[in-house]
């Protein structure tokens, strides 16, 4: 998707309908190019957590803090301490720093206007997580490979999904997002929004396509699965989008409210396979998309403000307790209805965890906030999403502590030898 964010002469940012070295190889039988070694097949979330570790951080923070943990927006500037006037016009704090202070930010969403170099980078998220005081931040951003690599600049060029599905081979699926788990980690983002569970339905499809592992749902889920346990492989999560399915669509979200009229059975057999993959193999988030499917909720709301698609779809019937993910809040087609402040709040009583990019942030936050003082989100709910992302980052080990970024240990892994052989065999 394309979001645009600020006044006039602002940046322009893109962003996704809306993340050690390599993985060894091995000779194929045949005697041609080298596959990845499939790694042993288990599940790529840690343990689950000690309940009251989550709960004793849960409990220290106020109310003002927990709504912040909610929320996920971009930020401008190239380091921590980077004045701005979008950002003083946009949140009334001049740096990043100071907008994370300010509004207790559980995340940050990086665009390739935060990016010159692997060092800035690493300098920029080592500052954003030392201004979070309390909570290490959810540091995200949209490395999909392909058309959609907001760390291009910096990355290996691997190969998008529509090609690395077209090898058959999930031992690929797993290699390449590993290789983007590794180089993501080691400029300090933990929180990749991949892979696209999307099943290319649809030739006509504006937003999808090649971003998509193919059109056949089965071979799909095989895929998607294979790459959430290679982002597990990484120790970054990872995010399935966009639920419950943009693959059948000639809309795109970004600028309309795309309509699909698949009946249950035919998104239990055409959509959600991919997901079931994904939950299946431990994908610690999953994003919603801003699309309305009325075979599956009849109010005409788009799936992202959609309590029975959100809690009663993915939570009830897929069981998935992890962390749910709105696309970006600015986007037209959540937008159309309601308010951006509006907005913020039925995402939350819909369902959603993380709410990514509202287009008025003040607005988003304060009517959140407002809401839970009002009653109308209980403490209880509000508490249920903030458990959630506490425990992600407890399952990606950085609960207590946040991470430091290592510009040596990323000189060593952008880019290796070893992810550009992967790039080339992956590719087909």
Same mark, same amino acid.
């Given at each position: ?21 390599? $993985? /060894?190889? #091995?000779? &194929?039988?045949? *005697? ?6 499939? =790694?042993?097949?288990? !599940?790529? %979330? ?30 401008? $500037? /190239?380091? #921590?301490? &980077?004045?701005? *006037? ?6 009334? =704090?001049?740096?990043? !720093?100071? %907008? ?329």
């Amino acid at each position: 998707m394309v979001g645009r964010l600020g006044t006039a002469g602002m940046l322009v940012f893109a962003l996704a309908a809306c993340g050690g070295a390599g $993985g /060894t190889t #091995a000779p &194929s039988a045949a *005697g041609g190019a080298a596959r990845p070694t499939p =790694a042993p097949a288990r !599940a790529s %979330v840690a343990p689950t957590p000690k309940t009251g570790d989550v709960q004793k951080v849960l409990a220290g923070l106020t109310r003002e803090e927990k709504v912040g943990q909610l929320f996920m927006p971009v930020l401008y $500037g /190239t380091a #921590a301490d &980077s004045v701005s *006037g979008e950002n003083q016009a946009r949140f009334g =704090a001049q740096t990043p !720093a100071k %907008v994370i202070a300010k509004y207790h930010l559980g995340g940050v969403i990086l665009f390739p206007a935060n990016v010159k170099s692997a060092g800035q980078v690493v300098k920029l998220t080592n500052g954003m997580q030392a201004a979070a005081k309390k909570v290490p931040l959810l540091i995200g951003t949209d490395q999909e490979n392909g058309l959609v690599s907001r760390m291009a600049a910096l990355m290996t060029d691997l190969p998008s999904a529509d090609r690395v599905g077209a090898t058959g081979d999930t031992a690929y699926s797993r290699a390449v997002a590993k290789a983007t788990g590794d180089e993501l980690k080691v400029l300090g983002v933990n929180l990749d929004f991949a892979p696209v569970a999307d099943v290319n339905l649809n030739p006509r499809n504006p937003v999808i396509g090649r971003r998509a592992f193919g059109s056949d749902p089965g071979k799909v889920a095989k895929m998607v699965g294979a790459a959430v346990r290679g982002f597990g492989d990484a120790g970054v999560a990872s995010t399935a989008k966009h639920f419950p399915g943009h693959g059948d669509t000639s809309t795109d979200s970004h600028t309309g409210l795309p309509v699909i009229k698949h009946s249950r059975a035919q998104w239990e057999k055409l959509d959600a396979p991919p997901f079931e993959a994904a939950i299946a193999a431990g994908v610690d988030a999953v994003m919603s998309a801003h699309i309305v499917m009325p075979k599956l909720d009849p109010s005409g709301d788009p799936a992202t403000l959609s309590k029975p698609i959100l809690t009663g779809l993915l939570r009830g019937k897929l069981g998935f307790d992890g962390v749910i993910s709105t696309d970006a809040l600015n986007m037209e087609g959540v937008r159309k209805k309601y308010g951006d402040g509006e907005v913020a709040v039925r995402a939350v009583l819909a369902g959603a965890d993380l709410l990514l990019m509202p287009n008025d942030f003040p607005k988003a936050y304060a009517a959140v906030l407002g809401a839970v003082k009002s009653g109308r989100i209980s403490e209880a709910r509000l508490d249920a999403s903030v458990t959630r992302l506490l425990t992600l980052r407890k399952n990606r080990g950085f609960l207590s502590e946040a991470p430091v970024a290592s510009a040596a240990q990323a000189a060593k892994v952008l880019r290796s030898a070893q992810h550009r052989k992967l790039a080339a065999r992956a590719a087909g």
